[in-house]
Structure formats: C-alpha cells, structure tokens
C-alpha cells in the first residue's frame, strides 16, 4: 500500500514570499490532516478535513494560511506571507473512515520549509 | 490545553534495557496514541489504546492507560540501537456522548538514546 505523499521534501524562500505544499493521502482515506512541527516541539494541528469539508481549522493563521481539499482527496496547504517563526516541517496525514473513530493517522515524511 | 505531556523530556540508556516513558494528559479521551520519530521515516505509529483498555502489547512494546490518573506510560523492552528516536504520545479527546473528535493532540516528545 502506497503511503501518504508531500511535496516538496524541502523549501527555502524569503520572508514575504508565498509557498505551497501538496498532499497526496493513502487511497480511500476520508480524514486528512496539516500539522506544523517546529524543531524541537511536538506536531501541531492547524487544519483537519473530512472528505472535502473542514472539520477544525482552529489553529490555522487565517490571515496567511489556507488549505484546500478539492475533491475530497489531494489537499494543498499555502503561506502568503511566509514570516520567519513559520520555519518548520509541515506534516499530511490521512486515515480511513470518518474523523471520529479510533484509527491510526499515516503520516507523510513532510515539507521542511525554512524561511530566510 | 488538551496536549499530552511526556516525560521525561530525554532518556539514555544501553542496548538490552529498558526504556519507560510517559504521558499525561488534561481531560477525557476517546483513545490515546504513541508514535516514534526519526529522521530516516517520519512519524510511524505504535500503539493505539482505547480509553475502556487499562493495557495493550504490540512485540517489544507494553502501553498502558490509567485514566484516573489522566496517564499513559510506554515501555520498550530489550532496547536496540534502532529504537533511538523521538517518542510522541498523542490524544483524541471525547465530545459529549463518547464520540472522539478524531483531533490528534500531540505532547513535545521523549528524546530515546539507546547506545550500542
């Protein structure tokens, strides 16, 4: 079975400039996931869908961050301005059935994005 | 907050002993999840206990969950070099009725160094 798929593996861009990354989940996956991993801390959620729809998208920066999920399968997460603090790995992860049952999460080896 | 909390924050042992490590959480889960990070494979999931399960076993590794306490330990025994990596516990936390929001919560990680 084919794993969740991010591209780029690696980013470097200026502050101010827009970038963004593209996430192709396991097939048949309803749930998918954008978490944000600052070195040395924990995975953070910043948006979780299901199918096409937006479960949770507390944490998102609104004001430069979006997500999309046309289609209910790829998802692109953009920054539009990127801003220095947002130098981090950004995760996918997808799993099956619906965003409330006890399932395991599969998760992609992530975008390293460093802005400069 | 809902995070988890690890400890301890680093843990450095030989090969062939055992490594323990724990998780507290806030409120009342639907199921609590470790995952293991490295450079090499991302995030991979362990273990997933349900919040009506007290233990659960999956090879070299023992899970338990005591939710009285809010708590969870993960224990690897008969460490190899291979399990050096960053461990994640991570929680989804009920709604009213018992159903998991299916948001993943993650804690900052436990730093495993298991020398050869």
């Known amino acids: 079975e084919a794993g969740v798929a991010q591209s780029p593996r690696y980013k470097i861009i200026e502050k101010r400039q827009s970038v963004a990354f593209w996430c192709n989940p396991i097939?048949?996956?309803?749930?998918l996931y954008w978490y944000q991993q600052i070195l040395g801390q924990g995975p953070k959620l910043l948006i979780q869908f299901q199918n096409n729809g937006v479960v949770d998208d507390s944490q998102l920066p609104k004001d430069r961050f979006s997500a999309e999920r046309l289609k209910g399968v790829d998802s692109t997460l953009k920054i539009q301005p990127a801003k220095l603090e947002d130098s981090a790995v950004y995760l996918c992860?997808?799993?099956?059935?619906?965003?409330?049952?006890?399932?395991?999460?599969?998760f992609g080896q992530g975008t390293r994005l460093t802005v400069v | 907050s809902q995070q988890g909390e690890e400890d301890p924050q680093a843990l450095s042992i030989q090969e062939g002993e055992n490594a323990t490590m724990n998780c507290s959480y806030k409120t009342s889960i639907n199921n609590l999840q470790w995952y293991r990070q490295n450079s090499g494979r991302g995030l991979v999931h362990l273990i997933l206990?349900?919040?009506?399960?007290r233990e659960k076993h999956s090879g070299r590794l023992r899970v338990t969950l005591d939710t009285s306490k809010k708590s969870s330990s993960l224990l690897i025994t008969a460490s190899r070099a291979a399990d050096t990596a960053s461990y994640f516990c991570?929680?989804?936390?009920?709604?009213?009725?018992?159903?998991?929001?299916?948001?993943?919560?993650f804690g900052q990680g436990t730093i495993l160094t298991v020398h050869p």
């Open positions: 991570a929680t989804a936390y009920t709604l009213a009725g018992g159903t998991s929001y299916g948001k993943l919560t």
């Open positions: 097939s048949g996956h309803a749930t």
């Open positions: 206990i349900r919040s009506n399960e």
């Open positions: 992860a997808s799993k099956q059935g619906q965003f409330y049952l006890n399932t395991e999460a599969f």
